[in-house]
């Protein structure tokens, strides 16, 4: 498919092709007809996309038929594969030119798809907190791609047409019935399907929404609950490069980690710092608990107030933090954890459409952060659990509605760093993935 030869190859809606950028410089043309007026989405995968291919950074033109360039695109797919969006003006004959950014060598595959209703994610409106959250400036430079998060929950409904494309299945595990197999199994299992859409729902597929991170896998640990498989579950997200966990003791001093069924969910949290990610260390995210009003505090759970974990508390659209957040000072950030629209198992509302609605909680709020570190760790790979603890407490900005304690720090914009900060006002998800590629890693 040389660029200066005829070729045969080309690529139209359910008919992939597939290709191999053989030497530096190459280029490979491939013949698409589109129709007039149509909404076209155009996507080189590649290395980000994992399965398309290995070409490293792929980029993507569009010429028409007399080869003037009509689009062109570098990384605004996973990863760094390409990722256009075009409506033809004229019907005919058009081609994609696919190269590598950087002279690099690999295989690519070519994939078109006709939006029918002219909506990429026609859901998407209803996500106040991608927007607010800044993940929207990103505009495709970041997608989550190349990072799995485990996610230690009951279950997830792997026939959801907004999250099979991004499920992880063979690292899915049932810590209740010892299977290689994470889906929902009782009637009484929906919460991590709404944990799962926040993180990592697909985009750009004409359904419903769109996680955080949306190019990133996800391994369902699912669990009924025990001590017994909590504790199981944690010692198998060492495999995983974050760990969701919305999830807690529901009393106080639950989850004491000198009870001797529990000693190893500390063994499990420190084998994921330890040996997670190649010794940078799993990346542990923990719902802080909706029990405020009970006067509970997340000093009083080890997980919660473990040094491994990074745990969020839930604020409303406002970012102002909700009444049943459980506080703590081991709370290092908050987000949005109110009316934060996702995917469901049969949870829709009078007004919501089947397999969508709105969900609150902290269980809500974690996998806002975890998504938002998936995006870090592509930014970076590079990075500890401790550096991304430290981008986090830096990036955030203060939370508006709580009286605000101070520790004896002085490093940091006005003077030592409070107890938490808020991601929901984050002054700009792009500002926090800067800080994350410019960070030089360091072992404390």
Not at 255 to 261: E, G, L, R, V, W
Not at 335 to 342: D, N, Q
């Amino acid at each position: 498919m040389s660029a200066d030869t005829q070729s045969g190859i080309s690529v139209a809606p359910g008919k992939p092709a597939t290709g191999n950028i053989e030497v530096a410089g190459d280029h490979d043309w491939v013949k698409v007809t589109l129709e007039e007026g149509k909404v076209y989405v155009l996507d080189a995968l590649a290395d980000g996309d994992g399965a398309g291919g290995t070409l490293a950074d792929a980029t993507l033109r569009l010429l028409d038929a007399d080869g003037s360039e009509l689009a062109f695109d570098d990384n605004s797919g996973a990863g760094k594969d390409a990722h256009l969006q075009f409506t033809p003006p004229t019907s005919g004959d058009f081609y994609l030119d696919v190269t590598s950014r950087f002279g690099e060598t690999g295989t690519y595959t070519l994939r078109v798809r006709e939006l029918y209703s002219g909506i990429a994610d026609p859901l998407a409106s209803a996500q106040f907190y991608l927007e607010s959250a800044g993940i929207l400036e990103l505009d495709g430079q970041y997608s989550g791609a190349g990072i799995t998060i485990g996610m230690v929950d009951d279950g997830i409904d792997t026939s959801h047409p907004d999250l099979q494309a991004n499920l992880d299945f063979s690292m899915a595990y049932d810590t209740q019935f010892d299977t290689n197999d994470g889906k929902h199994k009782s009637v009484f299992d929906f919460h991590g399907t709404l944990v799962a859409g926040i993180m990592m729902a697909d985009n750009n597929n004409e359904t419903g929404i769109r996680g955080v991170s949306p190019d990133a896998e996800l391994a369902s640990t699912r669990v009924k609950w025990s001590w017994d498989q909590m504790v199981q579950a944690i010692n198998l997200q060492w495999q995983f490069d974050i760990s969701n966990n919305s999830w807690g003791a529901s009393s106080p001093f639950g989850d004491n980690f000198n009870s001797t069924n529990l000693t190893f969910g500390w063994v499990g949290l420190r084998k994921g710092v330890e040996d997670g990610r190649d010794g940078k260390g799993t990346v542990f995210v923990f719902s802080a608990g909706n029990d405020a009003g009970g006067g509970d505090n997340t000093n009083y759970h080890n997980f919660q107030n473990s040094r491994y974990v990074t745990t969020v508390a839930a604020t409303n659209s406002y970012g102002q933090t909700s009444r049943f957040s459980t506080p703590g000072a081991s709370i290092l950030v908050s987000a949005f954890g109110e009316g934060v629209f996702t995917t469901c198992l049969n949870c829709a509302g009078p007004n919501d459409p089947n397999g969508y609605g709105n969900f609150s909680g902290t269980s809500a709020a974690a996998p806002v952060v975890s998504g938002v570190i998936a995006l870090m760790l592509e930014a970076n790979k590079k990075l500890g659990y401790r550096d991304v603890q430290n981008i986090l407490a830096y990036s955030a900005r203060r939370e508006i509605s709580e009286g605000f304690k101070f520790n004896g720090a002085n490093n940091w914009n006005g003077g030592g760093l409070p107890v938490w900060g808020d991601i929901s006002q984050e002054t700009g998800c792009k500002t926090l993935l800067d800080a994350c590629a410019n960070h030089t890693i360091q072992i404390l």
